[in-house]
């Protein structure tokens, strides 16, 4: 059975609001990190990591995710950046790894350190980045 994703329309006008989101997301985990709430940073970088993809399926197709599963915005991000560029296929798979760590530092008990939040801030950075170039070539301001 074909797994049947929850997709919403929007404006790509809209990207730069989610881009704003996610540099808000991204800024406070920065600011959590200081202050040593490494769970909070985490969980912060990962909302982080969902609004930047968001805003470039918005700014590339007109559509996000409006799915639980957060799994299903990386799908979304694959179907529309579709191709074989290898600056693309780098940034979906820091996104998805991400992604991937939100049920560790949200709900398994497990307290993070700064030796585990240090890789996903460096991947943020980069996911920003290239966030941002996908979305200003998009034609999105």
Same mark, same amino acid.
């Given at each position: 059975m074909v797994k049947r994703r929850k997709i919403r329309? &929007?404006?790509r006008t809209r990207a730069a609001d989610y881009l704003k989101v996610a540099d808000d997301f991204a800024g406070g985990a920065d600011t959590a990190e200081e202050f040593e709430y490494f769970n909070a940073a985490g #969980?912060?970088?990962v909302h982080a990591a969902i609004a930047y993809a968001d805003a470039v399926c918005i700014?590339?197709?007109?559509?996000?995710?409006?799915? &639980?599963?957060?799994?299903? #915005? #990386? =799908?979304?991000?694959?179907d529309v950046?579709?191709?074989t560029d290898p600056v693309d296929r780098e940034a979906l798979k820091?996104?998805?790894r991400v992604i991937s760590i939100k049920n560790q530092v949200s709900y398994e008990g497990r307290s993070f350190?700064?030796?585990?939040v240090f890789p996903l801030k460096?991947?943020? =950075?980069t996911i920003r980045r290239w966030s941002k170039d996908r979305v200003r070539r998009a034609g999105v301001r």
């Open positions: 329309a &929007e404006a #969980v912060l970088y700014a590339m197709s007109g559509k996000k995710s409006a799915s &639980e599963d957060h799994d299903d #915005v #990386v =799908d979304l991000l694959n950046i579709a191709g820091s996104i998805q350190s700064r030796k585990d460096r991947r943020i =950075d």
